[in-house]
């Protein structure tokens, strides 16, 4: 089984910077893609960023040149920089690990398309 656990998560003030961690642990082989998500009271979860296993990366419209996305893949870890944090930001921030491969019980690899972490809390006050 692939766990996904989230930190960093905080209540600060508008302008001020938080730094998300998100460990993929298990028998992992490979994590094509990895991101984060948010989602706000009365709102659908939506996308905040992505980045493959090749550094390519993708953010929501609303973080551009406020957020930056990175990972390391040899520690199966995402980070999400948040600068210049928005109270439109307050979220539960979820951790996203997509087509992972990782080693089950019977040794063979399986491919797990979605693994999803518990989520963490950001809230920015005005």
């Known amino acids: 089984q692939v766990q996904l656990v989230e930190s960093g998560g905080g209540l600060v003030q508008a302008g001020e910077s938080l730094r998300l961690s998100c460990a993929a642990s298990?028998?992992?082989?490979?994590?094509?893609?990895m991101g984060w998500y948010r989602q706000a009271p009365g709102k659908q979860r939506e996308l905040v960023a992505t980045?493959?296993?090749?550094?390519?990366?993708k953010y929501a419209d609303a973080v551009k040149g406020r957020f930056t996305i990175s990972r390391d893949n040899a520690k199966n870890t995402v980070y999400l920089q948040m600068n210049s944090l928005k109270p439109e930001d307050t979220a539960v921030y979820f951790c996203?690990?997509?087509?992972?491969?990782?080693?089950?019980?019977?040794?063979?690899?399986?491919?797990?398309?979605?693994?999803w972490g518990q989520g963490t809390q950001v809230t920015v006050s005005s």
């Open positions: 996203n690990a997509g087509e992972v491969l990782a080693r089950q019980g019977d040794g063979r690899y399986y491919n797990q398309p979605e693994n």
């Open positions: 980045v493959t296993s090749g550094s390519g990366t």
């Open positions: 298990g028998r992992i082989f490979s994590i094509k893609v």
